[in-house]
């Protein structure tokens, strides 16, 4: 069974601009859940979406966003790109209705530059 | 919300030793899992063990849910072991989770 899989994998954008990343999860997987990992902060937890619907948020300005589409394939985007936005991006999936209580497993993540 | 703390924050061992790396949280937990980061991000599942005692190879894990903290040892270790180690917890709270909360990690390194 294929992982979960992230595009793109690196990304250079400038201060202002908006960035769209993209997750495909685990097939049969309807969790999908985002994490920023920065050196000062960690990991940290962004938001989840279950059936196109998003669950729980982490705590991020609005400038984060996200989506999941019928496929379970979710997206998030981020706009008017600031310096600190420059982490790596990683996507986790899991099964079930009650996906944070399952396993994640998670992509290699997209690391995103901006300067 | 649930604090995750991880000790020793650095290793570094010689090939072939063992090691134990802690993971202290601050309430009851629903879910538990042990990653290996490897060095080009992607993080690799090692462990889902909210309580019990799991083995896979030279890597095995305990949970003690009662008493909040978790252990992962590393037998023999390789060169190949080097890399951080992250404890990551979820309390799920029947309205929903916030999604896995990571200690800091333990920044192992397996010396030749």
């Known amino acids: 069974k294929a992982g979960v899989t992230q595009t793109p994998r690196y990304l250079i954008k400038t201060r202002g601009q908006q960035v769209t990343l993209s997750c495909s999860p685990i097939s049969g997987h309807r969790s999908v859940s985002w994490y920023q990992q920065t050196p000062g902060q960690g990991l940290q937890f962004l938001f989840e979406y279950f059936s196109e619907t998003q669950r729980n948020k982490g705590n991020f300005p609005g400038r984060f966003s996200g989506r999941q589409f019928s496929n379970s394939r979710s997206e998030m985007n981020v706009s008017t790109l600031e310096l600190g936005d420059s982490a790596l991006y990683l996507c986790?999936?899991?099964?079930?209705?009650?996906?944070?209580?399952?396993?994640?497993?998670f992509g290699p993540g997209t690391r995103l530059t901006v300067t | 919300g649930i604090q995750v703390e991880q000790s020793p924050p650095d290793l570094i061992l010689q090939e072939g030793a063992n090691s134990t790396l802690r993971c202290n949280f601050s309430?009851?937990?629903?879910?538990l899992q042990w990653f290996h980061q490897n060095p080009w991000g992607q993080l690799i599942n090692l462990f889902y063990i909210p309580s019990g005692t799991k083995q896979n190879g030279r890597l095995s894990a305990t949970t003690v849910a009662t008493e909040r903290y978790s252990l992962l040892y590393i037998s023999s270790s390789q060169t190949t072991d080097s890399g951080v180690y992250f404890c990551?917890?979820?309390?799920?709270?029947?309205?929903?989770?916030?999604?896995?909360?990571f200690g800091k990690g333990t920044h192992l390194i397996i010396q030749p």
């Open positions: 309430d009851s937990v629903n879910n």
């Open positions: 990551a917890v979820i309390m799920y709270s029947g309205g929903g989770a916030d999604g896995l909360t």
């Open positions: 986790a999936s899991s099964r079930g209705t009650s996906g944070s209580t399952y396993e994640q497993y």
